[in-house]
Every structure is written in structure tokens, then in C-alpha cells.
């Protein structure tokens, strides 16, 4: 049964990226910023079955693929979620990128904690926390340097996807809000460790 949900999920959203291209901002916008999830749906679709992921990291890869479409479709600058929050609290900008960029973090802590914990035996306590903050920061590090050289190839396309919005200090906030989501998966770490232990957790 949750086999058959999972593929129905994989599916769905399948649907929803392509839905997403239909009538949005900028294509080449859109397509560099769904490349993850377009990279990420036949993976799982292939391995999820084999890797036994668990529920609560397939929900929060879902849901970070839903923020990457939904801003991919305006452009991170142009999503009315961000500029209704930014009339809410009188931000200066439209801050619906830094939830892209927490997810960032958060996502690949996950990941990187499950793969710790199921493949590396006995590793020591310290170490697993080193490395779930560690991987997902470079993990953002290394989308910054992606984002650089796609500004350096074409400038008209470099507003559109970093989304800077004229602020100087964008690629270090953006990496600082990867770091704070890396950090929030300690807050998960008990529901997490119990899905590992149960069926569904297993190789």
C-alpha cells in the first residue's frame, strides 16, 4: 500500500511540474530552477523501493519540490506568497527564496542522517551532527558557485534566477538559511531515528 502511494505521489507531481511550465515567467528560469526536482523524481521512482527512504524524508523531499515548482513557475523575486508576506511584515523584499534556501539545508541533512545511520556502524554521535550540518552547508556552497557561473554565462538570465533583488550579501544569507535548516534536523531526530527503526526503515 505505501508503495502504490509513493508511486502516486512520484506521479502527481510529475504532473504538477509540467503544469508549471505552462504559462511561466521565464523557461530557461524554470527549467534551471526545477532541474532538482526533475533529476530527483525518476531516482526515487527507481530507488525507493530498494533504499526503503523513509516516509518523513520523501514528505520533506516533497515538499521542497513543491517550494522549487511554485518558484520556478514566477521566478523566486515574483511569487505572490513572498510578496503577501512581504506586505504582512514590511519586508524590504520578497523573502520566498530563503524558504528554498532553509529547505536547502534542511533536505540534505536528512538525507545525509539517514544514510549515516544505516550504512555507517556505530558512528559516533559527534561525528554524525559534524556531518549533517557539514554536507548540506556545502551542499549550498556548491549551488552559490552554480548560481555564479550561470550569472557569468548569461546576465539577462542571472536577475531572474539568483534572485538577489539588489541585495549584496544574497549568496551568504542564502547559505546561512541552508545552515539553520541543517540545524532543525536535530529537532526531528527522535521521529526520524523511530521510522529507521521500523519496518518501513529497513533494507
Known amino acids: 500500500m505505501r508503495d502504490k502511494i509513493i508511486y502516486a505521489g512520484i506521479v502527481l507531481m510529475l ?3 509540467l503544469a508549471s511550465y505552462v ?5 530557461l528560469t524554470w527549467f534551471l530552477e526545477t532541474l532538482p526536482v526533475m533529476l530527483a523524481l525518476p ?3 527507481w530507488g525507493f523501493r530498494r533504499w526503503r527512504l523513509t516516509s518523513l524524508l520523501l514528505a520533506l523531499a516533497a515538499l521542497h519540490s513543491l517550494i522549487l515548482i511554485y518558484g520556478g513557475h514566477y521566478t523566486y523575486a515574483r511569487v505572490p506568497l513572498g ?10 523584499r520578497n523573502h520566498y527564496d530563503r524558504l528554498g534556501h532553509f529547505m536547502q539545508g534542511l533536505v540534505p541533512a536528512i538525507i545525509t542522517r539517514e ?7 556505530a558512528i559516533p554521535r559527534w561525528l554524525l ?3 549533517c550540518i557539514c554536507v548540506p552547508l556545502a551542499v549550498s556552497a556548491l549551488y552559490e558557485i552554480l548560481e555564479m557561473i550561470a550569472g557569468r554565462v548569461s546576465a539577462e538570465a542571472a536577475e531572474a534566477f539568483l534572485g538577489t533583488q539588489g541585495d549584496v550579501w544574497d549568496s551568504q544569507m542564502d547559505m546561512l538559511l541552508a545552515g539553520f535548516g ?3 534536523v536535530f529537532l526531528l531526530s527522535r521521529w526520524h531515528d523511530r521510522q529507521l527503526q521500523s519496518h518501513e526503515g529497513k533494507i
Open 15 to 17: 504532473m504538477i511540474l
Open 23 to 27: 504559462g511561466a515567467y521565464d523557461p
Open 182 to 184: 541543517a540545524l532543525s
Open 115 to 121: 544514510i549515516l545511520l544505516r550504512y555507517v556502524a
Open 83 to 92: 510578496f503577501w508576506l512581504q506586505d504582512w511584515f514590511g519586508f524590504e
Open 43 to 45: 531516482l526515487l521512482a
Open 129 to 131: 551532527t559534524v556531518l
